[in-house]
């Protein structure tokens, strides 16, 4: 046998995965999928939209079984599904947490976790390094004790996250770290960046805070200004560049004239909740199907089904020609109105005020671009 082999040039997992997608050519293929373990969490974040106690006994017990989330995964496994995504809550909660995890990278997934590292022990760090994830994002609340506990409302809760960063760390793990900015917060952004910097991480950040699932309150409190929002923007050319180059690539078109569902949601990813429900996408709930009781595949072709309904509703989205700019959607509108079509008017506005940003600086951007 020659000992000779062909040469296959890396490629970045991204770029991988473009390369997969443009092989369908605009088809529906169900290729990532966010599954929630859990609604429960350890910490109690001023604004998660999905926390609950971690001891509630009524929450668990409506969660999916060890095997019947190893079922619903060999169902997207046999469906073709590659990338997936757990999260929660808090992931790491779930005592069978390393039988899943094992279940889905011996079925081929290419594993997402998302997790607030509090809980990460040397087991699961060394599970992790036994077969890795693709990644882990661990979400950083301060860059303090006394700021990262106002928000997390649990004592010790700096430390613990510390210490989960500093066992993946060790071994090497995929990892990066995220922050949502939050007014409690804000001040210590800079001094996150450069934390995160210093450990040789990646980062990431957003400031727009998603409703609550329970309805158990608004996140007024916790809702970073407008202003805020923008400036975000505007001191960060990475960030600039890119809204200017979709205000560029959508300047002048009514994405929302015509279909409910104008992005990339059922096209090549779903959602899946703790009790199995199925549905678009993380943000867009309803409706769902229930996995323990119809088929992946059937709910898939519900999901593209999902994707061709037209617009009921006559809203200012219609006429709307920055709709690339908006964060509007479906499940906002669920969110905040109970429907698939209202607009929400906190989206809506930073969208406006985005776009008057992007043209007062028009020249200066197309410039910077040009470089």
């Known amino acids: 046998m020659s000992t000779a082999c062909s040469f296959v040039p890396e490629l970045a997992l991204d770029a991988w995965g473009e390369k997969l997608m443009d092989r369908l050519q605009g088809r529906r293929y169900p290729f990532g999928a966010v599954f929630e373990l859990t609604d429960r969490c350890n910490l109690s974040c001023v604004h998660c939209y999905i926390n609950q106690p971690a001891a509630d006994r009524e929450i668990k017990s409506r969660e999916l079984t060890t095997d019947q989330v190893k079922g619903i995964l060999d169902q997207m496994a046999d469906a073709g599904c590659l990338f997936l995504t757990f999260t929660g809550g808090e992931a790491l ?5 390393p039988e899943i995890y094992m279940h889905a990278r011996q079925r081929g997934f290419l594993v997402t976790l998302f997790t607030n590292g509090a809980l990460i022990t040397p087991r699961i760090a060394d599970l992790l390094a036994s077969s890795r994830p693709q990644l882990v994002e661990i979400t950083l609340y301060g860059a303090t004790r006394e700021t990262y506990e106002q928000v997390t409302q649990v004592k010790g809760s700096y430390e613990s996250c510390l210490n989960g960063i500093r066992l993946l760390k060790e071994r090497h793990i995929p990892l990066a770290l ?18 995160v910097a210093g450990l040789g991480l990646e980062f990431r950040y957003d400031g727009l805070l998603w409703p609550r699932l329970d309805k158990t309150g608004d996140q007024e409190d916790n809702q970073i200004s407008l202003q805020d929002l923008i400036a975000l923007d505007l001191q960060n050319p990475e960030r600039l560049r890119e809204w200017a180059r979709i205000k560029d690539s959508f300047s002048g078109q009514l994405i929302r004239a015509d279909l409910v569902y104008n992005c990339g949601a059922g096209l090549h990813s779903f959602h899946v909740d703790s009790t199995g429900q199925m549905s678009i996408c993380t943000m867009s709930r309803n409706p769902a199907w229930n996995l323990l009781e119809v088929s992946f595949s059937e ?11 037209k617009r009921k509703f006559a809203t200012v989205c219609q006429t709307c020609t920055i709709g ?13 109105h109970g429907d698939d079509e209202t607009p929400v008017e906190f989206v809506c506005a930073l969208a406006h005020l985005r776009d008057k940003e992007l043209s007062d600086r028009s020249i200066s951007i197309t410039e910077e671009m040009k470089v």
């Open 178 to 195: 995220k922050t949502i900015l939050l007014r409690s917060n804000l001040h210590e952004l800079e001094q996150m960046r450069e934390m």
């Open 299 to 309: 709910v898939w072709q519900k999901i593209g089904t999902l994707r061709e309904t």
């Open 93 to 97: 909660l779930r005592e069978d947490f």
């Open 324 to 336: 690339g700019l908006c964060a509007q959607c479906p499940g906002w509108s669920q969110a905040v």
